[in-house]
């Protein structure tokens, strides 16, 4: 078997978000990712790989390629002798009674990717997302994900509109807010974290009622603001702190 | 004027460590940055720029450049109309009687570059790195800083040796260590942060007497460790919370 120029086509316009959602399917690549999207309830549709022995339980079809075919269709820069297509799954309805965090167009797919492994580990499953944040199956987001992808549920959703619906109290990060050390917070919220540029849109600061900010130590002339994934951290740390 | 091939091979040859060293100087890039550096004590050889007036109060040599001698320098995708060439400060004293942050070999210049802004946030001045740690003078580190690079004293040592002298407490992150939300932490102390991938080396290991863990709420099973940069902004924050 070899790679066909069909499948070279198709998987390298799954690199672009709307091949992606007109096929259904996106790239995850590696043994170690690859291996935990077949252990998971994901619907796998192709395996590429270099070694003959990679092992598959599932009932899938596997192609066995060259080490110079996965250079074509890997991005990664030191590829590991499988890919996979993976079936987008459909998004699960949202828990509106839990813990929330959701984004206004964040657009680096590593900070995303680093958002989904902190939504995994301090056990948020709901994860809602603005249309114009970055897409969960790109590529890159797939592989920083390191498998917490399967754990969260990611929706896509006119953020406006979901927060201006939903009954719980929505918090946001700001400069001007209510030092995060020095209040109660809630079990269950929604928290909105920003552009990477920009924060949160004026439409969306309009409908958040509560302003956490983390208070800087150094220099308040100077320090930037943190970067939206280590906010994040010390947000979501700060709202399950009491939990543990 | 134009770029002569003397400094085009000069400024290439500074995206290596070694020859940062020989040369004792480090690349910065676009006017944000660069005017950071100006103002600030640290000293300037060169700058490039593609505007004729762009403002340097400080005496300097400046030479005018066309935007594609601009992109033959520049390591950015979008190169910003200037580069500069500064002078690498001597590493000033540890100061040991205060709060310091430890690297055992952090390889990866996006990790160290949001390390460093959270020590700026947090009002942490000492950032002491093994001898095997990145480069805190690599260009993508100095781009991610933003300027906290200059408010961040940082030092290359012997670690094992250092933190065998200090007389601070030294603590550090470990699966199996005391929950960092239950844990009385002390306002001068070491807090040692490990390599992306192994965590810190034995050899540290022995030596740190006191392990925090950031309780994990996910599947105990299945999801990874945090990433290095967000498990120091959380640790951080934590032991800055009471002090504000």
Redesign the interface.
Known sequence: MSLSKNNLKLITSLQQKKYRQKHNLFIAEGIKVVNELLNSSIGVAHIFSTDENFNVSKEVEITIISDNELKKISTLKNPNKVLGLFKIPKAKEILNDSFIVALDEVNDP?NLG?II??C?????TELVCSKNTVDCYNQKVVQST???LI?VNISYVDLPEFLTNTKLPVFTADMDGE?V??TDLPKKAVLVMGNEANGISEEISEIVKHKLT??????IQ???S??V???T??LL??F?????
């Open positions: 590593g680093t492994r902190l995994d580990w301090f056990g948020v390191m498998g917490s754990r030092n050390y020095k983390i208070p800087r130590f150094g220099d100077q320090t930037e943190l970067n994934a280590t906010a951290a010390i740390s700060e399950k702190r009491g939990l543990k």
